[in-house]
Protein backbone atom coordinates (compact mmCIF):
# COMPACT_ATOMS: atom_id res chain seq x y z
CA UNK A 1 0.00 0.00 0.00
CA UNK A 2 1.33 3.55 -0.90
CA UNK A 3 -0.07 7.12 -0.02
CA UNK A 4 -1.81 7.11 -3.08
CA UNK A 5 -3.99 3.98 -2.56
CA UNK A 6 -5.39 3.90 0.71
CA UNK A 7 -6.56 0.50 2.33
CA UNK A 8 -10.31 0.00 1.66
CA UNK A 9 -12.55 0.72 4.39
CA UNK A 10 -15.61 -1.35 4.77
CA UNK A 11 -17.53 1.44 5.12
CA UNK A 12 -16.71 4.33 3.37
CA UNK A 13 -17.73 1.28 0.28
CA UNK A 14 -21.02 1.19 2.18
CA UNK A 15 -21.58 4.82 2.04
CA UNK A 16 -20.80 5.01 -1.74
CA UNK A 17 -22.96 2.62 -2.60
CA UNK A 18 -26.35 4.04 -0.19
CA UNK A 19 -28.54 3.93 -3.46
CA UNK A 20 -27.45 -0.08 -3.75
CA UNK A 21 -27.97 -1.29 0.36
CA UNK A 22 -31.78 -2.59 0.65
CA UNK A 23 -34.22 0.30 1.69
CA UNK A 24 -34.98 -1.29 5.07
CA UNK A 25 -31.18 -0.96 5.81
CA UNK A 26 -30.94 2.52 5.37
CA UNK A 27 -32.92 4.68 8.27
CA UNK A 28 -31.74 8.13 7.75
CA UNK A 29 -29.58 10.11 6.16
CA UNK A 30 -28.03 12.91 8.08
CA UNK A 31 -25.64 15.94 6.99
CA UNK A 32 -22.71 14.62 9.01
CA UNK A 33 -23.43 10.88 9.18
CA UNK A 34 -26.05 7.78 8.05
CA UNK A 35 -27.86 5.47 10.23
CA UNK A 36 -28.01 2.11 8.95
CA UNK A 37 -30.34 -0.59 10.87
CA UNK A 38 -27.73 -2.94 12.24
CA UNK A 39 -27.44 -6.77 12.04
CA UNK A 40 -28.87 -7.61 15.54
CA UNK A 41 -32.67 -6.85 16.03
CA UNK A 42 -32.86 -8.64 19.08
CA UNK A 43 -32.40 -5.28 20.24
CA UNK A 44 -34.88 -3.52 18.39
CA UNK A 45 -34.01 -0.77 16.68
CA UNK A 46 -30.49 -1.41 17.13
CA UNK A 47 -28.42 1.12 14.92
CA UNK A 48 -25.13 2.08 13.38
CA UNK A 49 -24.36 5.86 13.06
CA UNK A 50 -21.26 6.17 10.71
CA UNK A 51 -19.53 9.49 10.31
CA UNK A 52 -19.95 10.01 6.66
CA UNK A 53 -16.16 11.68 6.62
CA UNK A 54 -13.67 9.42 6.84
CA UNK A 55 -12.23 9.69 10.35
CA UNK A 56 -11.02 6.71 13.14
CA UNK A 57 -11.08 9.11 16.29
CA UNK A 58 -13.71 11.43 17.33
CA UNK A 59 -10.64 13.72 18.35
CA UNK A 60 -9.59 14.13 14.16
CA UNK A 61 -13.23 15.91 13.71
CA UNK A 62 -13.57 19.70 14.05
CA UNK A 63 -15.77 21.19 16.69
CA UNK A 64 -18.44 22.44 14.55
CA UNK A 65 -18.29 18.99 12.73
CA UNK A 66 -18.51 16.94 16.04
CA UNK A 67 -20.94 18.90 17.95
CA UNK A 68 -23.25 18.62 14.26
CA UNK A 69 -22.84 14.29 14.62
CA UNK A 70 -23.75 14.41 18.30
CA UNK A 71 -26.91 16.49 17.60
CA UNK A 72 -27.63 13.74 14.81
CA UNK A 73 -26.88 10.98 17.30
CA UNK A 74 -29.49 12.58 19.60
CA UNK A 75 -31.96 12.98 16.92
CA UNK A 76 -31.46 9.22 15.89
CA UNK A 77 -31.65 7.93 19.64
CA UNK A 78 -34.88 10.60 20.72
CA UNK A 79 -36.35 8.70 17.34
CA UNK A 80 -35.18 5.01 18.61
CA UNK A 81 -36.83 6.14 22.22
CA UNK A 82 -40.02 6.92 20.95
CA UNK A 83 -40.31 3.96 18.26
CA UNK A 84 -39.64 1.34 21.27
CA UNK A 85 -39.18 2.61 24.62
CA UNK A 86 -35.91 0.84 25.62
CA UNK A 87 -35.47 0.46 29.14
CA UNK A 88 -32.12 2.09 28.45
CA UNK A 89 -30.12 3.23 25.23
CA UNK A 90 -26.47 2.00 25.20
CA UNK A 91 -23.82 3.75 23.33
CA UNK A 92 -20.77 2.35 22.14
CA UNK A 93 -18.06 3.62 19.93
CA UNK A 94 -15.23 0.95 19.31
CA UNK A 95 -13.97 0.25 16.28
CA UNK A 96 -11.54 -2.14 16.61
CA UNK A 97 -13.02 -4.24 13.43
CA UNK A 98 -13.73 -1.27 11.28
CA UNK A 99 -11.67 1.93 12.27
CA UNK A 100 -14.18 4.02 10.13
CA UNK A 101 -16.14 6.44 12.92
CA UNK A 102 -19.25 4.76 14.13
CA UNK A 103 -21.43 4.43 17.16
CA UNK A 104 -23.51 1.87 17.95
CA UNK A 105 -27.14 2.67 19.62
CA UNK A 106 -28.27 -0.48 21.46
CA UNK A 107 -32.10 0.04 22.61
CA UNK A 108 -31.41 -2.34 25.79
CA UNK A 109 -35.09 -3.89 26.26
CA UNK A 110 -36.52 -4.61 29.71
CA UNK A 111 -36.99 -8.32 29.57
CA UNK A 112 -33.43 -8.87 27.97
CA UNK A 113 -32.29 -11.49 30.57
CA UNK A 114 -28.63 -9.99 30.28
CA UNK A 115 -29.58 -6.25 30.77
CA UNK A 116 -27.22 -5.35 33.02
CA UNK A 117 -24.51 -6.51 30.76
CA UNK A 118 -22.67 -5.33 27.74
CA UNK A 119 -24.17 -6.66 24.32
CA UNK A 120 -21.01 -7.85 23.51
CA UNK A 121 -20.96 -10.71 25.15
CA UNK A 122 -24.10 -12.04 23.80
CA UNK A 123 -23.10 -10.80 20.63
CA UNK A 124 -19.76 -12.46 20.89
CA UNK A 125 -21.36 -15.90 21.63
CA UNK A 126 -24.11 -15.92 19.05
CA UNK A 127 -20.49 -15.11 17.25
CA UNK A 128 -20.03 -18.94 17.56
CA UNK A 129 -23.48 -20.50 18.45
CA UNK A 130 -25.94 -20.59 15.76
CA UNK A 131 -29.48 -21.27 18.30
CA UNK A 132 -27.87 -17.63 19.56
CA UNK A 133 -27.26 -16.00 16.02
CA UNK A 134 -31.01 -16.53 15.44
CA UNK A 135 -32.37 -15.22 18.13
CA UNK A 136 -30.58 -12.38 18.50
CA UNK A 137 -30.69 -11.74 14.50
CA UNK A 138 -34.03 -10.82 14.48
CA UNK A 139 -34.26 -9.08 11.06
CA UNK A 140 -37.79 -10.67 10.15
CA UNK A 141 -39.03 -7.29 11.05
CA UNK A 142 -36.18 -5.07 9.93
CA UNK A 143 -38.85 -2.98 6.90
CA UNK A 144 -41.25 -2.35 9.94
CA UNK A 145 -38.31 -1.32 12.54
CA UNK A 146 -36.79 0.58 9.90
CA UNK A 147 -40.75 2.84 9.19
CA UNK A 148 -40.83 3.02 13.02
CA UNK A 149 -37.33 4.77 13.67
CA UNK A 150 -37.80 7.17 9.90
CA UNK A 151 -41.91 7.87 11.21
CA UNK A 152 -40.27 9.28 14.91
CA UNK A 153 -37.35 10.92 13.76
CA UNK A 154 -37.83 14.96 14.96
CA UNK A 155 -35.63 17.44 14.33
CA UNK A 156 -34.98 20.02 17.10
CA UNK A 157 -37.03 23.48 16.40
CA UNK A 158 -39.30 21.40 14.10
ZN1 LIG B 1 -13.88 4.99 5.87
Known amino acids: MTDNQPEPCYFCDKLARLDDLPDEEVV ?3 PHSVALLGPWQYY ?3 CILIARR ?3 E ?3 LG ?6 YFEEMCVLARAIEAAFKPRKMNYEL ?3 QVPHLHWHLFPRRSDDPDMLKPVWLSL ?3 ERDEAWRHRLQGRSQATETTARIREAVVFPGT
Not at 63 to 68: G, I, L, P, S, V
Request: no cysteine.
Open 54 to 56: HVT
Open 63 to 68: HAERHA
Open 58 to 60: LSQ
Open 94 to 96: LGN
Open 44 to 46: QGY
Open 124 to 126: EHA
Open 28 to 30: WIF
